[in-house]
């Protein structure tokens, strides 16, 4: 992206290569007299002509006239107009149209080095997948899929890998770095079976279009504009005149119409309407229909190389992604961005330069063209939608009317102007009559299904080969194959409640989780075809009727991963029929993506007596302060949150934490896990030596604690993730990397004395109880002590107990000989006594 400045004689803007003098730090967008008879301008004394040109600039909610700001506006929401607030520059204003001539012919050097690039990125990209696939056919070497290879390679070596092409004109995969490092071309498949742009009738796409036409021999590429059921009006109209105008100029460019089979407002009816955390009607009703269309013939999903209007200025999210991405939206796809760098006026310069259409929508105002009402569009693109678009817009923002009313919200306009109905984070208001709950997970995953949507083991073939039989009551025996594994299952039918029961599957938690995929699939599918259009094989058809084909399956699991609870419908109807399944009862906790910091701990202990007085500890008071207080009352050194005085464990570990440091952060996880919900499921659901990642551990703890958002799961966990990797209490076992995105919980062998006797008290503590066996430590069904806290083995463990018995003190009295397990401890005195006696 190039700065830019005001050119003020011409009414314009300038481009620069560096930073200059004036450069602003937002890119602006044109005016036209449209959006100014909407804000009413003509009714506050100004003058200005009708014409095609742009009259003036804005950047926000800021309108600029010769680099001047003359007014501002503020206020505006669905229901309510802009307020409009005059600066003295802007009083009884007469406007000129801007010179666009001028300021294109300013502009064009630094214009065609843009479009230049864009160009030779668009041509260089299809050259090298359209050779590629051309090599393939052309020789043996098609039999092999490269891009399966390295997703093996990938799971094996725990490392990203490459496809790259050698010089004799074959392929082969290696680690990615290598390949940078060697300076090789990475592919992302070697086989591209279509080429298409895809149009949405906004600005970035249409310069896409266009860039396309230049770059690409029109035969082999094919636009699409997907009608989701909530396009602008003049979106549909300018997708028509678009296909005129090239059609004239390309007449064997193909355009097409991806619709889905369902209309959007039936969709909003069955599953809820979109908010932020349930984005589900782009992928709905734009991408699955758009890819579902460019299936082979086979039945296969098609690999596709879209070229997109995607660009980095306009939200967080996209600013992070690569020019060229591989499943950015599913997994056939490969998206490569053009105009990743492109700011907004560039954007407008090469549509003024190129003469082409501009959306009526922006004329109107509108800075983004997309939806008619969307949960992330901005309040000031709602009141447009509904000043100009109101027939249009009305059936829904009628729906979102009845359903706040049907949910007895108190001021039904105020909810709508807030934009809080785009905060729905589940089903909670949502009638459906299917609903599948959790009911045990331990030793047996036992799920409870009522009135289930398909037939229920439709999606169980994408775990894994099964076989069943059936008994004469109706029971359903069977076993299923996973990862060399056989796993007996049954299920029972009553009064439309399926109980469906997997047998010894509590040690295998990845299978857990598919299994429950599946079913989720099952009990909610609404045929939104969207993990159709994941699947590789051609296997799996929503349409007509649901079918999955064993002999096509490969059980890849991507129907299965692509999406939260594994369906679309599941997990915008979360909380409908459903409960809670995290075996500790506690709600989940926010820390505001903070974890226990080693630092910031070690500092409160050498300055516990005034931390709270001097303030010298340096954190933020608003965000990072209230969440070190969280983490420390967890961890029983401080009494609460309010008072925030120090325990008697606290000072106890402050006094000793310069001589034994170790100690004293085994002693904070063992409380954490017991007071910590995150880290209390932590303990309890991963396993030793299990290789997990942060994206894994964020889905089963949404599939436990289905009651809270996506985003709530995912800063809870990136906290307790912070928590292993800037404390201790991460290289004690529970959290050791093996790459960048891959960790896994290693048992810990080298526990502290102290630390074995304080948890033995603990857990007699948690169970009311003053002897137990070491057996127990072990059981399958036990979530607490030293075992679940820190992998120790048990000749470990005996180890340390026969030292123990012999202390004087007499703590812990083990007998261990004659193959007794018996651990009997002191009725008198508490875990923190305990704990004394042992420091002394």
């Not at 299809?126 to 090599?135: N, S």
């Not at 758009?290 to 980095?312: C, E, H, N, P, S």
């Not at 919200?409 to 208001?429: Q, T």
């Amino acid at each position: 992206m190039y700065k830019v400045t005001w050119d003020k004689d011409v009414n314009g803007v300038r481009l620069h290569s560096r930073i200059v003098e004036g450069v602003l730090g937002t890119s602006p967008r044109p005016v036209f007299y449209e959006e100014l008879d909407l804000l009413g301008l003509d009714k506050l004394g100004w003058k200005y002509p009708h014409c095609e040109e742009p009259l003036l600039w804005a950047i926000n909610k800021q309108y600029y006239y010769k680099g001047e700001l003359v007014f501002e506006a503020k206020g505006a929401n669905i229901y309510d107009a802009a307020t409009i607030i005059l600066q003295p520059a802007g009083e009884q204003l007469v406007l000129e149209p801007i010179d666009v001539d001028t300021m294109l012919e300013r502009n064009k050097d630094k214009m065609f080095l843009l479009e230049s690039e864009a160009i030779e990125f668009i041509h260089e990209t299809y050259e090298q997948y359209a050779r590629a696939r051309k090599t393939v056919q052309a020789a043996s070497v098609n039999t092999l899929d490269f891009e399966a290879l390295a997703q093996k390679a990938e799971k094996k070596i725990k490392k990203k890998m490459a496809i790259v092409k050698e010089d004799c004109d074959s392929f082969d995969i290696m680690p990615l770095e290598e390949a940078n490092n060697a300076g090789k071309r990475v592919y992302q498949t070697t086989k591209i079976d279509k080429f298409i742009a895809s149009f949405s009738g906004g600005k970035d796409s249409q310069v896409v279009l266009d860039l396309c036409t230049r770059a690409i021999p029109s035969t082999d590429f094919e636009v699409i504009y997907s009608d989701t059921g909530y396009e602008l009006p003049p979106s549909l109209e300018l997708y028509d005149k678009i296909q005129k105008q090239y059609k004239e100029k390309f007449p064997d460019l193909k355009f097409s119409l991806a619709r889905n089979h369902d209309s959007v407002l039936n969709y909003w009816d069955k599953i809820g309407t979109p908010s932020d955390t349930h984005r589900w009607c782009c992928s709905v009703m734009k991408t699955a229909p758009l890819y579902r269309m460019l299936k082979t013939g086979d039945g296969k999903q098609a690999k596709i190389l879209t070229f997109d209007g995607v660009r980095a200025e306009e939200s967080v999210r996209r600013s992070t992604y690569n020019r060229i991405g591989k499943g950015v939206k599913h997994n056939n796809v490969i998206n490569a961005s053009p105009i990743l760098r492109w700011s907004a006026i560039e954007i407008f310069l090469y549509i003024f330069e190129q003469d082409l259409y501009v959306n009526p929508a922006y004329r109107r105002g509108m800075t983004r063209v997309g939806c008619l009402i969307c949960p992330f569009s901005s309040e000031w693109n709602d009141m447009i939608s509904n000043k100009c678009y109101k027939e249009s817009l009305m059936p829904f923002l009628g729906r979102i009317e009845d359903k706040a009313h049907k949910a007895c919200i108190s001021d039904v306009e105020d909810y709508i102007k807030e934009g809080k109905w785009k905060l729905r984070a589940g089903g909670r208001d949502m009638e459906f009559p299917s609903a599948l709950i959790v009911k045990s997970i331990k030793p047996n995953l036992v799920l409870e299904i009522k009135h289930p949507q398909k037939t229920l083991l439709t999606w169980l073939n994408a775990v894994g080969k099964f076989h069943v039989t059936s008994d004469v009551d109706g029971t359903i025996n069977g076993e299923l194959s996973f990862e060399g594994k056989i796993f007996r299952f049954t299920v029972k039918e009553k009064d439309g409640i399926h109980k469906v029961s997997f047998i010894n599957t509590q040690m295998f938690p990845k299978l857990q989780g598919y299994l429950k995929r599946a079913f989720y699939k099952s009990t909610y599918c609404v045929d939104c075809e969207t993990c159709e259009v994941e699947c590789p094989t051609g296997a799996l058809r929503i349409l007509p009727t649901v079918k999955l084909d064993s002999s096509k399956c490969v059980s890849c699991h991507k129907c299965l991963t692509f999406h939260d609870f594994g369906c679309i419908a599941a997990a915008s109807l979360a909380i409908t029929g459903r409960k809670t399944n995290n075996t500790n009862n506690m709600k989940l906790i926010s820390y505001n993506n903070f974890g226990l910091n080693g630092d910031w701990m070690e500092f409160f202990f050498y300055n516990s007596s005034d931390y709270f007085t001097e303030n010298s500890h340096g954190l933020n008071i608003k965000e990072q302060l209230p969440n070190f207080v969280k983490w420390l009352v967890q961890a029983e050194i401080l009494k609460d949150s309010k008072s925030k005085k120090i325990t008697e464990l606290g000072q106890l570990l402050a006094s000793n934490y310069p001589d034994m440091p170790d100690m004293v952060w085994q002693i904070i996880w063992i409380n954490l896990s017991y007071n910590s919900p995150i880290a209390a499921w932590y303990k309890e659901r991963v396993n030793w030596e299990e290789i997990i990642s942060q994206k894994e551990i964020e889905e089963r703890v949404l599939a436990d604690y289905s009651d809270n958002s996506k985003t709530t799961v995912h800063n809870v966990v990136y906290a307790l993730f912070r928590t292993f990797k800037e404390s201790p209490i991460g290289d004690a076992g529970q959290l050791v990397p093996k790459d960048k995105t891959m960790f896994v919980r290693t048992s810990y062998e080298s526990l502290e004395r102290e630390t074995v006797v304080y948890s033995l008290y603990k857990y007699c503590e948690r169970k009311g109880i003053h002897s137990l066996r070491v057996s127990d430590l072990y059981a399958s069904d036990n979530n607490w002590g030293l075992y679940k806290e820190f992998g120790i083995s048990k000749i470990e463990l005996l180890s340390v107990l026969r030292s123990l018995n012999s202390d004087a003190n007499r703590l812990v009295i083990a007998e261990l000989n004659m193959g007794l397990d018996n651990i009997t401890l002191r009725d008198d005195i508490n875990a923190i006594e305990a704990l004394n006696l042992m420091i002394k």
